[in-house]
């Protein structure tokens, strides 16, 4: 008798494989899975068993009411967001508060201005707002003039800032803090200052465009490891930078010729010209690593520079880009992060001194561990305590990253605090000159306000007192 | 614009009360104490539990020291009972004994001051029209950003044929108090009366309308709504969660002046009101009246 | 019209004339005295009833000692109950009305203390105590029953005599919610005192020590805690409405429920606490709305129905 399979079929499965029975395939003693693999049948429709309970039967069905969305036409792409992140900084419906001052370049150095409130003139404000350390979220608008409450600790930056700049050395700094604490207004502070003494200001008003995949990237030639440039924020920060430090940029010349350059640059041209040597985003990454070459060159007398980024975290991480292996490029690769954390890690510093600062975010702000841990070592070393009672690494924890950690490894770290009593007051007597605020501005009403910001949180200062339903 | 829509009601309800009216009891003359306190006693007892009542025995003229208000001794008069208790081995300042460390906030205090009650009335009201769902609390914020778009925007270019209330500042003031403003918006275009249908009653089936006034809260209810209904046909500029408070404060400006559609509906609710208060008086509405 | 019967009775009960104290009727209650109301079986068992348990056997008549003393044969004899307000139709609440009336007589000229001073005490209501005698006692009659208890109430109590006393206990409830007193709160050694609070699902512990201003929920700051400014001026609205908020420092644990129901919880914990420390201002922080206790809950689920409320879509079969 001949076997079932022939020889020339052992090869394959037998076809009694593929018809294993649902009971083959569980184990004998058990029926659940049996039961459960058994294939569902359609249910047929079967209108003498109709269940009676409420989830069955016929259903009273509601009609909504329709909304004409019909009139007026829908914008215009790109106006949703022009209008989202416009950024209004008067309101002609404000009182003009009479004893209000504008910021000189002296102010924010001076102790006898903490706890006072200053206007930002017209001419700082435009330079401000091209570098855009104006954001949609703080409420500018209320007043009549931009205006800033002049804190202890902006007094201390300031000078810090006054200081290394003197020596010519760089000011290496983070500033961290709760939320809505004045942070990104910190660092707004530190520029206003830097602008009214004629410093250089490079600002990167969010990190999180860097890395969020958002603008367009290509890689450096000859660059180990390799870098990437992103062309298109080069020329948006050039535009950016070009508008704010122009009056700057005009007086100094370059010490070096740019051949890499397509552009004719010899020396001795106004800095302004070869910053305007970018017309396109093509071009743009190679002036402004020209830019960059310019003011770091130890050989040229420079003003101090000021680089300064809102939203550390985000580049403490991986990027959302990729590589051409379909990797994730590490933050630190992308050309603009690489020149930033030189300066914060110290590595390259300013000849004629400056700053370079940093400032956390507490809101959209992804988690970096090491980041975290490094800002807290620093704090504690600061605050004196010895290398056995820094803060620990979790020994299970498998996110820290190295890079970052060498990054952050001799920054000074500046903790943003809640207003006091005195400067809650202060601020509050600006709010209520301006007609914003309603209420007689006494001790109760300070000392309600600052224990309501969850003790002078100035954020939650604006909400509780601004942002709100009773004005009394 | 009819003078008064209601006659016929308020006429009914004067009728009704002139029937009712309380008579007056005249105080009884002096009688037994027993008696007197009787009585006096009757009174409270439905609460079946002893009544701080001036028991008989004793003077009414002579009050308890505990039912003098603190806050009008002077501060001799403090000083001095301070000094007494210290004459009396009490220590003046020991809290048990007066009861308070920083003062006494005088009574009754502000009704603002009631957790309950803590934002103005048309505030709250408008706020809880614009809930959804029951979420209150973006209903709040919603409501706070609309007094924020109102403080911001440009002062108001009022509209001599759609006057606002009397009560309404000069519109330089409206965007320092935001409440105002809602509340001057609100109170200009609320109506004065709504249209009652009574089914089938004018015959061949048609309703018969009347004009029926409305109180205070009905205005400012029907107004909001008419206002939310305007604002929910707009399209928003931007995006954002900002974007349906900022299309209702526009619809407030508008109102303000004068450019708003729910002018128009106001307009058309008196006009109809005007021309069926006749049926007021209609045979078939005594029976109801 | 009844009421005057009544009193007519009661006035004929009560000063019954000397004329009506015949020989015959005095010895004919002498000789009935066995024939008793029985108060206790009365009472429990909520009917009138003649017992008989006090009724003795009759000695066995010595014939030759009534011989000797010359008393008269008792041929007849009709049974007369103790209290004369036997015949009245409401006979023990006569009884004890009288007897509180001959109090009044007797006491009233006592000092009394002002009524704002006597210690509060729920008296029975009427159909508790309507039920208790077992008579159909008309509430006017309650209610001037009572008028005199509580003017024998107001007697000063080192003079109140002890009849009174005993008096005045058959008219109170059994259960007095007034001497459940809650405890006052302490003032530890720090100077903090702990007040607790509940609302919705929420419940809260807020310790209250002088201070500047700062409070802690749960190791955060309020603006930290809780991200409504709603939430926060409720949290608290104690310190805010008596214009104290730069006085004290708040500590508090919270746990359960939402955002609300903590800030509420919060509020009158923080309220509590403040009452500890400053106990007049209650009358303040009850205008503020920060002394009662909410009470409401979420309404439990019903079955047969969607949520609490919401019934099924009818549907015709």
């Given at each position: 008798m001949s076997a079932p399979n022939c020889l020339r079929c052992l090869g394959r499965r037998p076809s009694t494989a593929t018809t294993v029975t649902a009971a083959g395939r569980c184990a004998p003693f058990s029926t659940t899975a049996v039961n459960g693999n058994v294939p569902m049948r359609a249910k047929t429709p079967n209108p003498m068993a109709k269940e009676i309970g409420f989830r069955s039967g016929a259903r009273l069905t509601i009609k909504k009411k329709k909304v004409n969305h019909n009139e007026g036409k829908a914008p215009a792409p790109g106006e949703r967001k022009a209008y989202r992140k416009k950024i209004v900084l008067s309101n002609d419906n404000a009182l003009p508060v009479p004893w209000l001052k504008n910021m000189n370049a002296e102010h924010l150095a001076s102790p006898q201005s903490a706890g006072k409130v200053l206007s930002l003139p017209s001419e700082l404000q435009d330079q401000l707002r091209a570098s855009e350390a104006f954001q949609p979220s703080q409420n500018w608008g209320f007043f009549r003039k931009p205006s800033t409450l002049v804190r202890t600790e902006t007094v201390d930056l300031v000078t810090r800032m006054q200081d290394s700049a003197s020596e010519k050395k760089t000011l290496r700094l983070v500033v961290t803090g709760s939320k809505l604490v004045g942070k990104s207004t910190m660092l707004l502070q530190a520029m206003a200052h830097a602008y009214l003494n004629g410093w250089i200001v490079i600002h990167i008003p969010d990190a999180q465009e860097l890395v969020n995949a958002s603008t367009e990237y290509g890689r450096i030639p000859e660059t180990e490891p390799t870098q990437y440039m992103q062309p298109a924020y080069a020329l948006k920060l050039l535009q950016a930078i070009k508008k704010a430090n122009e009056k700057v940029l005009a007086k100094i010349n370059t010490v070096s010729s740019h051949p890499e350059l397509p552009q004719n640059i010899p020396v001795n041209t106004p800095l302004l010209t070869l910053v305007n040597a970018a017309k396109e985003a093509e071009g743009a990454w190679p002036v402004f690593h020209a830019l960059w070459s310019e003011l770091t060159n130890p050989n040229a007398n420079r003003p101090p520079v000021l680089f300064s980024l809102d939203g550390l975290s985000h580049i403490m991480k991986m990027s959302e880009y990729r590589s051409p292996s379909f990797e994730l490029i590490h933050a630190h690769d992308l050309a603009f992060v690489r020149l930033f954390n030189d300066v914060l890690s110290g590595n390259l510093k300013f000849p004629n001194g400056g700053a370079v600062l940093a400032s956390t975010s507490r809101s959209n702000a992804p988690r970096s561990p090491s980041m975290e841990i490094s800002l807290a070592q620093r704090k504690a070393e600061q605050a004196g305590a010895a290398p056995e009672e820094l803060p620990k690494k979790e020994p299970y924890f498998k996110g820290y990253d190295d890079r970052v950690e060498a990054v952050l490894k001799s920054v000074e770290v500046m903790e943003v605090k809640g207003l006091t009593k005195p400067e809650a007051r202060s601020i509050m007597e600006y709010w209520a000159a301006s007609g914003m605020l309603r209420a007689a501005v006494d001790e109760r009403t300070v000392s309600e306000k600052w224990t309501l910001a969850g003790n002078g949180v100035l954020g939650e200062l604006e909400r509780a007192s601004l942002l709100t339903m009773k004005y009394f | 614009m009819p003078p008064r829509l209601n006659i016929l009601s308020s006429a009914c309800k004067a009728l009704a009360r002139g029937v009712t009216r309380p008579v007056t009891v005249a105080a009884a003359p002096h009688q037994q104490q027993q008696n007197a306190f009787l009585m006096a006693a009757a009174r409270r007892f439905s609460d079946n539990t002893t009544s701080p009542t001036t028991p008989p025995g004793q003077d009414d003229s002579v009050l308890h020291p505990s039912m003098f208000p603190q806050n009008q001794q002077s501060d001799h008069q403090i000083a001095l009972s301070k000094l007494e208790m210290v004459a009396y081995?009490?220590?003046?300042?020991d809290v048990s004994v007066d009861?308070?460390?920083f003062g006494l906030p005088e009574l009754p205090i502000p009704s603002e001051m009631h957790k309950s009650y803590r934002y103005d009335a048309v505030v709250n009201l408008m706020t809880k029209l614009l809930m959804?769902?029951?979420?209150l609390a973006k209903a709040q914020r919603d409501m706070t950003l609309i007094l924020a778009y109102l403080r911001k925007a440009s002062t108001p270019k009022l509209n001599p044929a759609r006057p606002l209330v009397g009560y309404a500042p000069a519109p330089e003031f409206l965007p320092l108090d935001p409440v105002m403003y809602l509340r001057v918006a609100i109170d200009s275009v609320a109506p004065l009366i709504k249209i009652r249908h009574f089914k089938g009653m004018a015959g061949g089936g048609r309703a018969l309308e009347v004009p029926a006034p409305l109180a205070e809260r009905q205005r400012r209810r029907t107004a909001f709504g008419w206002i939310l209904d305007a604002a929910a046909k707009k399209k928003s500029k931007g995006s954002g969660r900002t974007m349906f408070p900022h299309r209702v404060a526009e619809e407030i400006v508008a109102v303000v002046e004068g450019k708003s559609s729910v002018w128009d509906k106001r307009f058309e609710v008196h006009k109809r009101g005007t021309a069926v208060r006749a049926n007021l008086n209609d045979f078939r509405l005594k029976t109801l009246m | 019209m009844a009421s005057t019967t009544r009193h007519g009775l009661t006035s004929a009960l009560r000063g019954?004339?000397?004329?009506?104290?015949t020989r015959q009727t005095q010895s004919l209650q002498q000789q009935f005295q066995s024939l008793r109301l029985s108060e206790s079986a009365a009472v429990t068992n909520g009917c009138r009833c003649l017992t008989t348990e006090a009724i003795k056997a009759a000695p066995e008549v010595d014939l030759e000692a009534l011989k000797t003393r010359k008393v008269h044969e008792v041929r007849h004899a009709r049974a007369i109950p103790a209290s004369p307000g036997y015949f009245s139709r409401v006979a023990k609440f006569n009884d004890t009305y009288i007897a509180l009336e001959k109090l009044l007589a007797q006491y009233g000229n006592l000092p009394t203390i002002p009524a704002t001073e006597v210690e509060r005490v729920q008296w029975r209501t009427y159909s508790d105590f309507a039920t208790g005698v077992g008579e159909k006692i008309r509430l006017i009659d309650y209610k001037r029953c009572l008028a005199i208890v509580k003017r024998l109430n107001q007697i000063h109590p080192k003079l109140k005599p002890a009849v009174v006393k005993t008096a005045l206990e058959s008219f109170k409830r059994e259960i007095q919610a007034y001497k459940n007193v809650p405890k006052p709160i302490p003032i530890d050694k720090f100077g903090r005192a702990l007040g607790v609070g509940k609302r919705k699902s929420s419940s809260a512990r807020a310790f209250l020590v002088e201070g500047n201003g700062e409070v802690l929920v749960n190791g955060k700051t309020l603006a930290e805690y809780f991200g409504r400014v709603h939430d926060r001026e409720s949290a608290i609205w104690a310190l805010h409405a008596t214009g104290r908020a730069d006085k004290y420092n708040v500590w508090a644990r919270v746990d359960g429920g939402g955002t609300t129901g903590q800030a509420e919880a919060l509020t009158l914990a923080i309220s509590k606490a403040l009452m500890a420390h400053e106990p007049a201002l209650k009358p303040a922080l009850r205008r503020a709305g920060?002394?009662?206790?909410?009470?409401?809950?979420?309404e439990r689920k019903k079955h047969g129905h969607l949520k609490a409320r919401k019934s099924p879509t009818w549907v015709k079969r």
């Open positions: - | 081995g009490l220590n003046p300042f009861g308070h460390k959804k769902d029951g979420k | 019954v004339p000397k004329t009506l104290y920060c002394v009662t206790r909410d009470p409401r809950r979420v």
